[in-house]
């Protein structure tokens, strides 16, 4: 790894400050360049796509996709056809194979999801969304590599809940009197659909252990189980 300072410059002038980033020489250019430059807004009319639960998004080399609304995996898979997920991805998170040297490589849809199509001539204004995506991959690093299993799948289970969560005082007061956590005080509702085996493939363990474990939780008060959903109850 080396450190080099990034300036961007405009008219031959440079830029007041300058930003350290180390940065690997095997990133591709396309991100080099990306995370040097400043961040203004993408442009508000990018050309939007639309994808349902369970869909594959395409692999484009010359396009990054942006989250607009809903949740996405990314993964490969070993060569015993194991399946390895690198990250979930939500609203403002940008994925594809540009930036990943991962190989194969699949962006798969949790939900339905509408993306944005961020060319390779914009990317150098998405430093916000590279940054972000290096953060989250080092956080799900970190976690599955806690043990015991217990407190690998809760601190994931915390990490879900934060990206992906509501407060349960919201959900009550959106569903005027309908919601069924409605006896619950204090907690977090984790508002995606994940299955057993999907945790268990980020956590790299058995479908088994990740059920008899939130078989634990629920008899601990930790957690409540609302069909496919989960709400963390944190107050205890």
Known sequence: MTTQNFA???NQS???GHVAFAVSKDLPNEFIMAISAPNPALPP???QKLFSRRDLIPPREDVLWQIERGAVRTLTWSEQGTIITLGYWGVGDMVGTPISRIKPY???CLTSVETSIVPSELWYQAVDAMVSHIQAQEEILNIVHRKPVALRLWQFLLWLGQKFGRDIDEVNS???GGSSFENVDQGRLIDLGITHQELAEVLNTTRVSVTR???QFEEEGK????ERRLVLRLNT
Do not use: D, F, M, P
């Not at 957690?223 to 609302?226: A, I």
């Open 14 to 16: 440079r830029l007041a």
């Open 213 to 215: 474990t939130l078989q």
């Open 45 to 47: 009319l990018l050309n």
């Open 8 to 10: 961007k410059s405009g």
């Open 174 to 176: 959106l569903s005027g």
């Open 223 to 226: 957690l409540l189980r609302y």
């Open 106 to 108: 699949q962006i798969e």
